[in-house]
């Protein structure tokens, strides 16, 4: 529903709704249909990450984010759940080294 919101506040349609209110409760599937709604309208990414950001603030997707969605788009993809990929699951941490000769290498 929040992406419907942040979509309709430049058709000017309020219904009593307060269309400034901040919309931090949103998922990121919520968000990533956001993209795909405005874009399709014709809007670049920058536009659409300047627009989130006023309403999401710190729980918007970052603009990389919103460049990288806008892309798959564009490629054909439409929905906006990841797809399962096989695989060991990323991590941030790194593999560690047995000796200091490693780390120089």
Same mark, same amino acid.
């Given at each position: ?32 249909? =956001?993209v +795909? @709604? ?8 920058? !536009? ?8 999401? *603030? ?5 603009q ?5 969605? =806008?892309? +798959? @788009? ?8 990841? !797809?399962?990929?096989?695989g060991?699951?990323?991590?941030? *941490? ?12």
């Amino acid at each position: 529903m929040c992406s419907t919101a942040l979509c309709l506040q430049s058709s000017g349609s309020n219904d009593g709704e307060n269309m400034d209110a901040p919309l931090q409760d949103c998922t990121i599937e919520e968000q990533r249909d =956001v993209v +795909r @709604f405005v874009w399709a309208e014709g809007v670049k990414p920058v !536009e659409i990450h300047r627009r989130m950001l006023s309403k999401y *603030r710190q729980s918007t997707m970052s603009q990389r984010k919103v460049y990288e969605w =806008v892309e +798959r @788009f564009k490629s054909g993809q439409t929905r906006v759940i990841d !797809e399962y990929r096989s695989g060991r699951p990323w991590t941030s *941490r790194s593999r560690k080294a047995s000796s200091p000769q490693e780390y120089r290498n």
